[in-house]
């Protein structure tokens, strides 16, 4: 089988080891790290962009590297191939290969801020972000540019600074995915944890999710195979983080 796969470039590292040991072929494009950050509509739009490239009948199915993040995933569509994606909340998920673990690790883990190679190595994708045009938004849900519009250049920066804070953080959480040349990454999150105060956690990673995405092994547990004419929604009710409807609007010109 051939699939397409788009894919948050904080998971490289992890998809291209994946990709080279799948029994088929796949073809990836990286977008860059961080598109959360910039709302839902951004992050929809700039996946969408490249759901509209793809040239369906070349593939069986495309794939998405990403879990439900900041919804950025919802409202984008199946048409001619299936659309498959994890049942993630967030990238750790994927790293930590299940959102029972990811869930088990956050509530006993209050104040953890999650590093992993990918973290570290792609922090400078911001150049290629402004490339796609999409705003840096603050934690309100707005772009700054709004709200100095609205507050004044003074207090936009402090609302960004103080929504942005990172006080409630009391450890770093390095998750090691076994794929590391070194431990050059392991030794920036401790510095970083060391910089702040803060406790120092490596916490095993595990590929499973990626393998299993890659290698066409789609349980209904852990995938969500959104079927041509439906589209993704979130179902945090159901517990399963993301669910398929039919996309009343259906248009084969529009793709997110």
């Known amino acids: 089988m051939r699939f397409y796969l788009i894919g948050c470039k904080v998971f490289y590292r992890e998809i291209c080891y994946c990709v080279a040991q799948s029994p088929h072929t796949v073809d990836i494009h990286f977008l860059p790290q961080g598109l959360h950050n910039y709302g839902r509509k951004g992050m929809q739009e700039a996946i969408g962009r490249v759901l509209e490239e793809v040239d369906e009948q ?27 994606i994890p049942r993630a909340h967030d990238c750790i998920t994927l790293f930590l290969g299940s959102k029972e673990k990811y869930l088990d690790h956050f509530h006993n883990n209050t104040g953890t801020y999650y590093l992993s190679s990918g973290w570290l190595e792609r922090t400078d994708d911001k150049h290629e972000i402004k490339k796609l045009g999409l705003q840096t938004k603050d934690p309100m849900g707005g772009s700054y540019e709004e ?40 030794n920036l999150a401790r510095a970083d944890a060391e910089k702040h105060n803060w406790k120092f956690q490596k916490l095993p990673g595990d590929l499973r999710l ?3 995405l890659v290698g066409g092994d789609w349980n209904t547990k852990d995938f969500l195979v959104v079927p041509p004419g439906q589209k993704i929604v979130a179902a945090f009710d159901s517990g399963q983080i993301i669910a398929a409807e039919p996309d009343i609007m259906d248009d084969d010109s529009t793709r997110g």
């Open 58 to 84: 070349q593939f069986d199915a495309i794939l998405l590297g990403y879990g439900l993040c900041n919804n950025g995933v919802t409202e984008l569509k199946a048409t001619k191939i299936p659309l498959v």
């Open 147 to 186: 709200l100095v519009e609205k507050y004044g250049e003074k207090n936009a920066t402090m609302i960004c600074e103080t929504l942005g804070s990172t006080t409630h953080y009391r450890q770093i959480s390095y998750i090691e995915m076994g794929i590391e040349p070194d431990d050059q990454f392991e």
């Open 210 to 212: 990626f393998q299993e």
